[in-house]
């Protein structure tokens, strides 16, 4: 039998048509590149995360002369806000970068996959939909209303055998789920949590 999956988003010409919560945090982004670390790909990105009590966390691509050891802007901010805020689920994401050589970045900048399969975790974990806004240093900004947008068929920890964070959020990206996500982002959840 043949399926389909849809992924709605929005999409805007600039941040000028953003909501004012979600363009300050876009702005947090664009500060946050300025302590990226990228003197190899000498492509800068910054990520502010934003919690549920309003707490802003930043991250940014961090390299290293081993290509492999740097990180993502994304997994920096995540990670640092699962670190020190453990517990507080996440909002919103906010992805934006800079050319080093000041080339401006005119496309959204997207969540690589080992970024998507991190984030989802964080989503399934607190239950929470994470809003994701994408710009690069101008231009186009795309909005995804949570991560399992961006990552379908994402591998679940049921896989191995393991005591799950509940998946399936978002009813129209996974295939038959039940999942029921209220106005506030909270996803009404039968399965297991961990914290
Ligand atoms: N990078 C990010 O930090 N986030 C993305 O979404 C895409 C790529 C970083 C990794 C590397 O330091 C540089 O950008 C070039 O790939």
């Not at 010409?13 to 909501?19: P, V």
């Not at 399969?117 to 994701?132: T, W």
Request: hydrophobic content about 40%; charged content about 20%; some cysteine.
């Amino acid at each position: 039998m043949r399926k389909e999956i849809t992924i709605p988003y929005e999409e805007y010409a600039d941040e000028q048509a953003l909501s004012a919560v979600d363009a300050a945090l876009l702005e947090q982004a664009r500060r946050c590149v300025d302590n990226a670390y990228a003197p190899y790909s000498e492509f800068k990105v910054g990520a502010a995360v934003r919690l549920t009590d309003g707490t802003v966390v930043c991250g940014s691509n961090q390299e290293n002369v081993a290509f492999p050891s740097g990180l993502c802007a994304e997994r920096v901010a995540v990670f640092a806000a699962g670190a020190n805020y453990p517990g507080v689920p996440i909002a919103a994401l906010a992805v934006t970068a800079r050319a080093a050589d000041g080339h401006p970045v005119d496309w959204p900048i997207s969540p690589c996959g080992a970024c998507r399969q991190s984030l989802i975790e964080y989503e399934q974990r607190y239950g929470h939909k994470i809003r994701v806004i994408l710009q690069g240093s101008t231009g186009k900004v795309v909005v995804f209303d949570g991560i399992d947008r961006l990552l379908p068929f994402q591998f679940e920890a049921e896989g191995i055998g393991a005591d799950a964070p509940h998946s399936q959020v978002g009813a129209d990206v996974s295939v038959g789920s039940d999942q029921h996500v209220g106005s506030d982002g909270t996803v009404g959840s039968e399965g297991k949590k961990r914290n």
